[in-house]
Nanobody, 125 residues
Framework: QVQLVESGGGLVQAGGSLRLSCEAS????????MGWFRRAPGKVREFVAA????????DYTDSVKGRFTISRDNTKNTVYLQMNGLKPEDTAVYYC??????????????????WGQGTQVTVSA
């Protein structure tokens, strides 16, 4: 099991940037696929981005392509989500998630086992 703690959320104006961090504890971070998800008010949780164990492969939902970048530092047990060009529709609670044991270069949009508590991102118009 991987324990996850997100940070870096906050209030930002449209067009601004934020970087979310997710620090993991446990021995399985380096062998875990990692993902970011979000839940906007009144909506279901949705996939945002994923990164493979080695960082070689990434995947993004269409609405954030070209604006968000997922990365990881396995020496720090941390995954990041750099968010640029933020829009009011990006307002949500953002969660990181882990899937230990997923094949090295593969990514997926579902099936994650471990979740953080979430961090609020609010984008004002």
């Amino acid at each position: 099991q991987v324990q996850l703690v997100e940070s870096g959320g906050g209030l930002v104006q449209a067009g601004g940037s934020l970087r979310l961090s997710c620090e993991a504890s446990g021995r399985t971070f380096s062998v875990s696929m990692m993902g970011w998800f979000r839940r906007a008010p009144g909506k279901v949780r949705e996939f945002v981005a994923a990164i493979s164990r080695t960082g070689a492969t990434t995947d993004y939902t269409d609405s954030v392509k070209g604006r968000f970048t997922i990365s990881r530092d396995n020496t720090k047990n941390t995954v990041y989500l750099q968010m640029n060009g933020l829009k009011p529709e990006d307002t949500a609670v953002y969660y990181c998630a882990a899937k230990p044991g997923f094949p090295g270069r593969a990514v997926a949009r579902s099936g994650y086992d471990d979740w953080g508590q979430g961090t609020q991102v609010t984008v004002s118009a």
